[in-house]
């Protein structure tokens, strides 16, 4: 079995994130990234299913600019066999993503595509679902648990109500929660090693793909800000004030 | 043109949260038709009959529907979009794993969760777990578009009398299959529209703990709700988890206790009107979204909490 990994470079989850003051975006320069943090999921459970013998190879495919590549070559220190990194500059869309992802499914054939179920700087939630309709391929979204069958998967998801359990025939797509797994990290062995593994890189506008924004970004603002509260000195205060001043109780 | 939502039940009633994404779809246009699919639905297409805003309902009824596989959901949808210029679903997970399906068949770049509608092609939504809003306008021929619910008001549920239509169903994938749902029953209000919602983080320690968080919600009448690493840690049920990657919740009170207050968590909280926060670091982040911050040990704040709103006896209901 074959394992194609889709992996998103964005803005490190522990940087707050400050608005641009022109209104154009968020400030990104000199700013930390990092791997979109369930695409660390994806990559580990795929990972693990070649451990246990189920996976011959793991491909990690990024698409973005040049430093996109530092994810793919994380992918590649934690144990996927080789990358494929698709250049284009600016912001891409998801339907985009999952155009070229298309693309790329059609070159590699893999019989499994995992990705993150949201990437956490546009919170689209979207790519995932998306290539499973551009490729009619069945898709187990929010996985929290994957069992691996003959030639299916057995796919616990989180919902809203609680937790639903459904089986997709391979090929298909799984977008991860980040309770999959505990991600491990790369040993420095494993990071020289990964410095030899191939990366292969494809201009996106080499794929035939129609990747023009749709989406307009009009302007970004900050969220309007609360305004400061108080610190209470016990709990006699809070429940007084929670009653005669704010009055929800 | 007209906008088509796509209706959120269980095949027995409306999830409430579809009325709210009612309310969004007609501000984007008010002939409104409402897609329902599932099996034996005739009192889910009913009761949308009756919701004043909603001007034809489309049933779709087959076996085939029973689970909202969103392979089948999304053939069904594009059989019947032809006409519509918006196609609209509320941005929980029923909505999230739908629409984007829908949207890549119409080769058409979604817009998630918005949170307000500025005009029919123009919204506001949140991004970087809602550290910024972003007004993005869609230059799509139709487009597909998934409300945070929380943002709008319910739409009313009666006055109404839209005419229902059914129509066949499509083709069902063979290609997945559904299992089981482990759903997670309570008479206590719903996390997303619950007025008073309590939540409890690693703070709390165990699940065991957790009672302290229930007393307290029994007596507030409140939703329970936790941070992710409460759920992680299994002290509670993922469908509890508020935030980026969980629910969001906007109730007249938060009451946050043993919960930092990590952005991501805040994502899902900060629109509260009144939030509170119990939490023995007088540094933690969640103070500086709280109207009330309580510095203390919340094991000896909580129960007395209790026994001072035991005191009270006009806790509203
Ligand atoms: C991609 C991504 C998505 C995420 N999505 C979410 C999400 O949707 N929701 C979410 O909640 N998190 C989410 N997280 C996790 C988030 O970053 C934090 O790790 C998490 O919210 C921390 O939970 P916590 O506040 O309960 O735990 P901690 O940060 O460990 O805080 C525990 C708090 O309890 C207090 N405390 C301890 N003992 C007591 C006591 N006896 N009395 C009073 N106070 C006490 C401590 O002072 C501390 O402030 C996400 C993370 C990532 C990377
Ligand atoms: N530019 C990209 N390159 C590689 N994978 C991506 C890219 N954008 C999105 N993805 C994948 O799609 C998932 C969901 O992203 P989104 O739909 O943007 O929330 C991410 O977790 C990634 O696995």
Request: glycine share 6%; proline share 4%; charged share 25%.
């Amino acid at each position: 079995m074959k394992i194609l990994v889709a992996v998103k470079r964005v803005i490190d989850y522990n940087v707050q994130v400050r608005v641009k003051e022109d209104g154009t975006g968020v400030v990104t320069d000199n700013v930390k990234m990092s791997t979109n943090p369930p695409d660390d999921n994806a990559i580990e459970e795929a990972v693990k299913i070649k451990e246990s013998g189920k996976a011959k190879e793991i491909v990690a495919v990024t698409v973005g600019e040049e430093k996109a590549q530092e994810t793919v070559r994380k992918a590649l220190a934690v144990g996927a066999d080789r990358g494929i990194h698709v250049k284009i500059d600016g912001i891409i869309e998801p339907l985009a993503v999952s155009k070229i992802l298309q693309k790329i499914v059609d070159k590699e054939k893999p019989d499994l595509v995992f990705m993150g179920k949201q990437a956490i700087d546009d919170d689209c939630n979207q790519t995932g679902q998306m290539l499973g309709a551009l490729l009619n391929w069945p898709q187990a979204t929010f996985a929290s648990k994957i069992e691996v069958k003959e030639n299916s998967l057995e796919v616990t998801r989180e919902v809203d109500e609680g937790l639903e359990t459904i089986e997709v025939n391979t090929p298909a797509i799984v977008t991860c929660d980040l309770r999959l797994n505990e991600p491990r990290y790369a040993s420095l062995p494993n990071i020289m090693k990964a410095k030899k593994k191939p990366i292969e890189q494809i201009n996106a506008s080499d794929l035939g793909v129609d990747t023009n924004s749709r989406i307009e970004v009009i302007k970004v603002e900050e969220p309007p800000k609360r305004k400061a509260g108080i610190k209470v000195a016990n709990v006699e205060e809070l429940v007084q004030k929670l009653k005669n001043e704010a009055k929800v109780i | 043109m007209s906008a088509l939502l796509i209706a959120e039940h269980n095949n027995k009633e409306l999830k409430p949260f579809t009325l709210n994404a009612i309310t969004a779809a007609s501000q984007i246009d008010e002939d409104l038709h409402v897609l329902v699919i599932g099996h034996n639905l005739d009192e889910v297409a009913k009761s949308i009959s009756q919701i004043p805003n909603v001007k034809k309902v489309i049933q779709i009824d087959n076996e085939i529907y029973e689970n909202y596989l969103a392979e089948n959901f999304a053939s069904a949808v594009i059989k019947n979009a032809e006409n519509y210029s918006h196609i609209v679903c509320s941005a929980n997970t029923f909505g999230k794993n739908l629409m984007p399906r829908i949207a890549a068949l119409l080769d058409t770049s979604q817009i998630s969760d918005i949170i307000k509608v500025i005009s029919s092609d123009t919204f506001l939504r949140p991004i970087y777990a809602g550290n910024a809003f972003a007004t993005v306008k869609s230059n799509d021929k139709k487009k597909c578009i998934t409300i945070r619910p929380t943002s709008f008001d319910p739409a009313p549920t009666s006055g109404g009398s839209a005419e229902i239509v059914k129509v066949d169903a499509g083709e069902a994938n063979s290609n997945i299959k559904f299992i089981k749902r482990e759903e997670i029953k309570s008479d206590r209000p719903e996390l997303g529209t619950a007025r008073v919602v309590i939540s409890g983080g690693r703070g709390m320690q165990s699940g065991e703990n957790f009672k302290l968080i229930t007393a307290v919600a029994d007596k507030l009448n409140a939703a329970i709700g936790a941070s992710r690493a409460a759920v992680d840690a299994g002290y509670i049920t993922n469908d509890h988890q508020v935030g980026q990657t969980g629910k969001v919740v906007v109730p007249d009170l938060y009451i946050a206790v043993g919960i930092s207050g990590a952005i991501q968590h805040l994502a899902g909280m900060k629109e509260s009107k009144v939030i509170v926060a119990i939490n023995k670091d007088g540094e933690a982040p969640i103070f500086s979204v709280a109207d009330y911050g309580l510095e203390a040990d919340l094991f000896e704040a909580l129960p007395k909490f209790l026994e001072e709103l035991n005191k009270l006896n006009t806790i509203q209901k």
